[in-house]
């Protein structure tokens, strides 16, 4: 199989890989911190912006420019830096080897029924991606569908998504290269393997096929300039239609807003193919349209059913003109109602699901029934109803869990689901939708004996007097004196949940004696919009708090000290790391930021930025600047103050969160570092993205440093 033609940027991100070069000829006898270390120099330029009369300046501007040759030499040179100082860590090879050993085992998704074929993903145990597979029945000869493990000799080609056909024929899949978002679009006949001239490209997000799989359709977004593809801003999205056997110049706009080019739009098609289902939000609503447009006749105009802009509305099923929708709309922890189309004022719709105490975090339809999944103090509670909500049942799991699947078509008799925990690996069952009867498939078989492991939730307060729960984990039988080493994780944003899942990465961490805990800060979606709400735009720092309350707690109830205390998050949660170790820098022994939105003031110039103004709120607004200013990591960074040892992590092509975010982040970190022996490290992932896509292998050495890093910088050896 061919590979997408790589943009320029990539070609120049190349260069980055010199860095891998050094690497054998940098181990350190010494200590990482055994003398101060001598990092690459980053030249400080007089760039100053002005925002609502405040002078900012931006010292490290140039770090933003991914195609210069002196920011590659830079790159490399902290690589060379980094990974020198890693690779001299006493025990980091036998922690990499044992994450490998302990990720060693078969794991296969739930399966899907098209036509009359079932499909589903299986990975051996150390392959870097997923092969898909389908067969006839369930238990059935397993055929090979798709394989990305052969697409590149690196692994760091991958499938961005699938969709099979209604009668199970034809594969709609994607091709992202280096982890970008960036997606061509490809088709394939299931029963020959045959693959089709078709070639769509410079989508991203989803595609959907048309009804009949004549087409489908798929978003896209203006081709950028050549090196501009992982920094360039995403605007002018459109909704496109592509014939099969056409070229792309060919394809069909189905819709877009010019009028509005820096709004969100997306669109999904309905089960019946006849509806196509199209989100809308301006870049700093926490809120979102939502328009239908009959996909049979390409002269109906948009619908705009759901136009107030005064809630979040999420698409869950149709019969005909009637709609069964998700909303906020007067219920900050969601309800399911349903809706005419032919008179969708708020007085004719029907509560199908009335909003409960606890948040509705996810709804599906199945073979004449529903599946809700609320959040009960951070982990799943599943209820079956019926399609006008009466109650069916409740289906029961062991304990606080994580749930998957219930999905399906109208037709079906059957759904598919799996659960799995802290200490619960993944188990999958058949579940039988009139009899109720769970049946199971299979069920996580491991060479480690997950019961030596202990997870409990707590609550503890926020400077507010809210509750916040977390989950503490960590071997049974250690002694919880405060020498113990701990990280402690969030995310706090985007309505993101932080539920119980099953980590072999993070066993590694509790087999070496530590503590992991992971805090459900506002911000995330635990309890809902006001959950979320609480800590958004001007109350972003909320979450700061909430997570540095956290630290104080684990520290008072004796799980660590401040000597042996990591903070870790990643994306937004890198944001969050960066904002608290700049409030707090004596809290913490290790800061562990990855792939951080750093520079609150220009983050909504790259990529996807301008969506996440929800969240962060815009720096153009006068009314926001402030809160933004006063907790953006990148701008509030102090000269000569001791910061943590802090190991900074981003990927090169990452077109989401643009690595010059952490560039700059780095380079200003270093400059400011009083403590001349706690390092200030950046590690630069080469060929890959924010995360999706990622091989297996380069997965697992992002944890294994990490951890590596963190017990060496704590005094603890590597077992």
Request: charged letters at 25%.
């Amino acid at each position: 199989m061919s590979i997408l033609k790589l943009p320029a940027s990539v070609r120049s991100a190349a260069r980055f890989v010199v860095a891998a070069v050094f690497l054998a000829t940098l181990m350190h006898d010494s200590a990482i911190n055994a003398e101060p270390l001598e990092y690459p120099a980053s030249r400080a330029v007089d760039t100053v912006d002005e925002f609502h009369g405040v002078k900012v300046a931006d010292p490290y501007r140039w770090l933003e420019d991914l195609e210069s040759e002196e920011v590659s030499q830079w790159v490399a040179a902290q690589n060379r830096l980094t990974f020198g100082c890693l690779e001299s860590i006493d025990g980091r090879q036998r922690l990499s080897e044992r994450i490998r050993e302990l990720i060693d085992y078969e794991r296969v998704s739930l399966p899907a029924r098209r036509g009359s074929k079932y499909f589903f993903s299986r990975n051996s145990g150390q392959q870097n991606h997923y092969v898909k597979y389908w067969s006839e029945s369930l238990g059935g000869e397993e055929r090979v569908l798709l394989d990305p493990n052969n697409w590149s000799e690196d692994g760091t080609t991958a499938l961005a998504g699938s969709r099979v056909s209604d009668d199970g024929k034809m594969l709609l899949f994607g091709v992202s290269v280096h982890g970008s978002d960036w997606v061509e679009w490809r088709v394939m006949e299931i029963e020959t393997g045959r693959k089709l001239d078709d070639r769509v490209q410079w989508s991203k997000g989803g595609a959907d096929w048309d009804k009949g799989a004549r087409g489908f359709y798929y978003k896209r977004l203006p081709e950028p300039e050549d090196g501009d593809e992982f920094t360039v801003k995403s605007a002018d999205l459109a909704i496109w239609h592509h014939r099969l056997g056409t070229d792309q110049s060919e394809d069909k706009l189905v819709f877009n807003l010019p009028e509005h080019p820096d709004w969100y739009i997306s669109m999904g098609v309905s089960e019946d193919r006849d509806l196509g289902v199209i989100y809308v939000s301006p870049p700093a609503d926490r809120e979102n349209r939502l328009w239908f447009k009959n996909l049979l006749d390409p002269q109906a105009p948009v619908e705009k059913i759901f136009n107030a802009n005064d809630a979040r509305y999420w698409f869950v099923a149709s019969s005909g003109r009637k709609l069964l929708v998700q909303t906020t709309k007067d219920a900050p922890n969601w309800r399911l109602i349903e809706v005419d189309m032919d008179r969708p004022e708020p007085e004719h719709w029907r509560d199908v699901l009335p909003e409960k105490k606890m948040a509705l975090n996810d709804v599906k339809t199945v073979g004449g029934y529903i599946f809700a999944t609320y959040l009960k103090d951070a982990h799943d509670v599943v209820y079956q109803y019926t399609l006008d909500g009466g109650f069916v049942r409740e289906i029961k799991f062991p304990g606080p869990v994580s749930v998957g699947g219930f999905g399906g078509l109208k037709g079906d008799t059957e759904t598919f689901y799996s659960y799995n925990g802290f200490t619960t690996p993944s188990a999958q069952y058949r579940l039988d939708l009139e009899t109720g009867e769970s049946t199971l498939l299979r069920r996580t078989e491991l060479d480690v004996d997950v019961s030596a492991f202990t997870a409990r939730q707590f609550f503890y307060r926020a400077d507010d007097g809210t509750a916040i729960p977390i989950f503490v984990m960590h071997k049974k039988g250690i002694e919880l004196d405060g020498n113990n080493p701990a990280i402690l994780y969030a995310y706090g944003g985007f309505n993101s949940a932080q539920r119980p899942s099953f980590s072999t990465t993070r066993l590694a961490w509790l087999e070496a004696g530590g503590i992991y805990a992971i805090a459900c800060i506002r911000g995330g979606g635990e309890y809902g919009e006001a959950w979320h709400r609480a800590a958004t735009k001007n109350n972003k720092r909320v979450s700061v708090d909430d997570f540095i309350s956290g630290a104080e707690w684990m520290i008072d109830q004796g799980y660590c000290t401040a000597d042996t205390l990591a903070c870790c998050g990643w994306s937004n949660g890198g944001f969050l790391i960066g904002a608290v170790v700049n409030k707090r820098p004596d809290l913490f022994k290790v800061a562990l930021p990855g792939t951080g939105v750093m520079d609150l003031l220009r983050f909504n110039l790259f990529g996807w930025g301008a969506g996440w103004e929800a969240d962060y709120g815009s720096p153009q607004n006068p009314d926001e600047f402030s809160s933004i200013y006063a907790i953006s990591p990148y701008h509030n960074i102090r000269q000569g103050v001791d910061y943590p040892s802090t190991l900074i992590l981003t990927s090169d092509t990452d077109d989401r969160v643009m690595p010059g975010h952490s560039f700059k982040y780095a380079a200003r970190l270093q400059a400011a570092q009083a403590d001349a022996v706690s390092p200030i490290l950046l590690r630069i992932e080469v060929r890959a993205g924010h995360g999706g896509g990622v091989p297996l292998y380069k997965h697992l050495n992002w944890y294994a440093d990490q951890y590596a890093f963190a017990l060496h910088e704590m005094g603890f050896e590597i077992p």
